[in-house]
């Protein structure tokens, strides 16, 4: 049940991955693609590199929509849906660092209550 709980991180995860081989940045590509297995490792660090990734993970979709934005703005392209689009995976990566607050995820990765 934890592995469907971690689903969010995961498939955020791999975004973050596909993002970066869009952008031909292989070492962060294959860190992104390969972080997950780091969920099978119970330590809390585990859980806190997690979100510290995710939401550093969302600022990067977040300045991926300023760039593309105004490249696309540059060269006369609609720039509205991939604003939209870009906005609404940044939300995503960084609403999945809080799938650590589940009790499940806490007990399994030894989380102190805050």
């Not at 960084?94 to 102190?112: E, H, Q, T």
Request: charged letters at 15%; a positive charge; aromatic letters at 14%.
């Amino acid at each position: 049940m934890n592995l469907l709980k971690l689903i969010p991180a995961i498939l955020s995860f791999l975004l973050l991955g596909a993002h970066f081989s869009r952008a031909d940045v292989s070492l962060l590509m294959f860190i992104c693609i390969a972080f997950p297995l780091l969920f099978f490792v119970k330590k809390p660090w585990v859980a806190r590199l997690s979100q510290l990734l995710l939401v550093l993970g969302a600022l990067e979709w977040v300045r991926a929509i300023y760039i593309y934005s105004i490249e696309r703005q540059a060269i006369g392209e609609p720039w509205t849906r991939l604003a939209m689009i870009l906005g609404i995976v940044a939300l995503f990566t960084g609403f999945s660092a809080l799938v650590f607050r589940f009790g499940s995820l806490r007990k399994r990765y030894k989380l102190r209550s805050t």
